[in-house]
Protein backbone atom coordinates (compact mmCIF):
# COMPACT_ATOMS: atom_id res chain seq x y z
CA UNK A 1 0.00 0.00 0.00
CA UNK A 2 2.68 1.85 0.74
CA UNK A 3 4.34 2.28 -2.79
CA UNK A 4 1.56 2.88 -4.21
CA UNK A 5 0.42 6.01 -2.04
CA UNK A 6 3.88 7.10 -3.07
CA UNK A 7 3.33 6.62 -6.50
CA UNK A 8 -0.17 8.26 -6.68
CA UNK A 9 1.54 11.24 -4.53
CA UNK A 10 4.18 11.79 -7.58
CA UNK A 11 1.57 11.62 -10.25
CA UNK A 12 0.12 13.71 -8.37
CA UNK A 13 2.59 16.42 -8.20
CA UNK A 14 4.13 16.02 -11.83
CA UNK A 15 0.49 16.79 -12.53
CA UNK A 16 0.58 19.87 -10.20
CA UNK A 17 3.86 21.09 -12.25
CA UNK A 18 1.95 20.18 -15.78
CA UNK A 19 -1.06 23.10 -14.67
CA UNK A 20 1.58 25.38 -13.19
CA UNK A 21 3.21 25.58 -16.66
CA UNK A 22 0.25 25.75 -18.84
CA UNK A 23 -0.73 28.80 -16.42
CA UNK A 24 2.47 30.64 -16.66
CA UNK A 25 2.25 30.19 -20.70
CA UNK A 26 -1.97 31.13 -20.95
CA UNK A 27 -1.87 34.05 -19.09
CA UNK A 28 -5.95 34.63 -17.83
CA UNK A 29 -7.60 37.39 -20.18
CA UNK A 30 -8.85 40.25 -18.10
CA UNK A 31 -12.39 40.51 -19.41
CA UNK A 32 -13.25 44.24 -20.42
CA UNK A 33 -16.39 46.11 -22.75
CA UNK A 34 -14.54 45.90 -26.03
CA UNK A 35 -13.54 42.25 -25.46
CA UNK A 36 -16.37 40.41 -27.52
CA UNK A 37 -16.34 42.96 -30.29
CA UNK A 38 -12.39 42.69 -30.48
CA UNK A 39 -12.87 39.01 -30.33
CA UNK A 40 -15.36 39.27 -33.19
CA UNK A 41 -13.12 41.40 -35.09
CA UNK A 42 -10.29 38.53 -34.99
CA UNK A 43 -13.10 36.04 -36.18
CA UNK A 44 -13.85 38.27 -39.28
CA UNK A 45 -10.27 38.98 -39.74
CA UNK A 46 -9.69 35.32 -40.56
CA UNK A 47 -12.26 34.64 -42.59
CA UNK A 48 -11.08 35.04 -46.20
CA UNK A 49 -11.54 34.10 -49.94
CA UNK A 50 -10.86 30.24 -49.45
CA UNK A 51 -13.48 30.80 -46.22
CA UNK A 52 -15.90 31.83 -48.26
CA UNK A 53 -15.56 30.00 -51.24
CA UNK A 54 -15.36 26.61 -49.39
CA UNK A 55 -18.45 27.34 -47.84
CA UNK A 56 -20.17 28.34 -50.94
CA UNK A 57 -19.09 25.06 -52.60
CA UNK A 58 -20.23 23.10 -49.53
CA UNK A 59 -23.60 24.51 -50.22
CA UNK A 60 -23.62 23.90 -53.45
CA UNK A 61 -22.93 20.55 -53.44
CA UNK A 62 -25.72 19.58 -51.44
CA UNK A 63 -28.32 21.54 -53.06
CA UNK A 64 -26.77 19.88 -56.53
CA UNK A 65 -27.32 16.40 -54.51
CA UNK A 66 -30.52 17.12 -53.40
CA UNK A 67 -31.77 18.27 -56.77
CA UNK A 68 -30.41 15.20 -58.39
CA UNK A 69 -32.06 13.01 -55.74
CA UNK A 70 -35.68 14.75 -56.44
CA UNK A 71 -35.29 14.16 -60.29
CA UNK A 72 -34.61 10.97 -60.04
CA UNK A 73 -37.92 10.51 -57.50
CA UNK A 74 -39.21 12.65 -60.69
CA UNK A 75 -38.03 10.11 -63.05
CA UNK A 76 -39.01 6.84 -61.18
CA UNK A 77 -42.17 8.49 -59.94
CA UNK A 78 -43.82 10.02 -63.78
CA UNK A 79 -42.10 7.14 -66.08
CA UNK A 80 -44.52 4.54 -67.15
CA UNK A 81 -42.83 1.16 -67.17
CA UNK A 82 -42.74 -0.58 -70.28
CA UNK A 83 -44.22 -3.83 -70.95
CA UNK A 84 -43.11 -4.74 -74.25
CA UNK A 85 -39.17 -5.54 -75.00
CA UNK A 86 -36.82 -3.93 -77.36
CA UNK A 87 -37.30 -6.65 -80.20
CA UNK A 88 -41.36 -6.18 -80.30
CA UNK A 89 -40.82 -2.31 -80.33
CA UNK A 90 -38.43 -2.40 -83.22
CA UNK A 91 -41.02 -4.71 -85.44
CA UNK A 92 -43.46 -2.60 -84.89
CA UNK A 93 -41.57 0.65 -85.86
CA UNK A 94 -40.52 -1.51 -89.24
CA UNK A 95 -44.08 -2.65 -90.13
CA UNK A 96 -45.74 0.91 -89.54
CA UNK A 97 -42.99 1.92 -92.02
CA UNK A 98 -43.34 -0.62 -94.49
CA UNK A 99 -47.70 -0.12 -94.36
CA UNK A 100 -47.09 3.24 -95.01
CA UNK A 101 -44.28 2.46 -98.10
CA UNK A 102 -47.22 -0.04 -98.89
CA UNK A 103 -50.02 2.26 -98.81
CA UNK A 104 -48.34 4.60 -100.85
CA UNK A 105 -47.50 2.76 -103.28
CA UNK A 106 -51.02 1.72 -103.73
CA UNK A 107 -52.91 5.12 -104.01
CA UNK A 108 -49.94 6.85 -106.25
CA UNK A 109 -51.56 7.19 -109.55
CA UNK A 110 -50.50 4.76 -112.15
CA UNK A 111 -48.48 7.06 -115.26
CA UNK A 112 -48.08 5.67 -118.47
CA UNK A 113 -44.87 7.49 -119.48
CA UNK A 114 -44.62 7.34 -122.99
CA UNK A 115 -41.29 5.60 -124.87
CA UNK A 116 -38.70 8.43 -125.26
CA UNK A 117 -37.90 8.60 -129.31
CA UNK A 118 -34.79 7.17 -129.95
CA UNK A 119 -31.92 8.96 -131.70
Known amino acids: MDMREGKMISDESGLDQLFGRYRQSCPDVEPSANFMPALWAKIEARRSFPFTFRK ?20 LAVTPQMSTSYTDALLAESSAEQTYYTEAMASAPSVDVPPSPQR
Open 56 to 75: LGRSLMTASAALCFLLLLLN
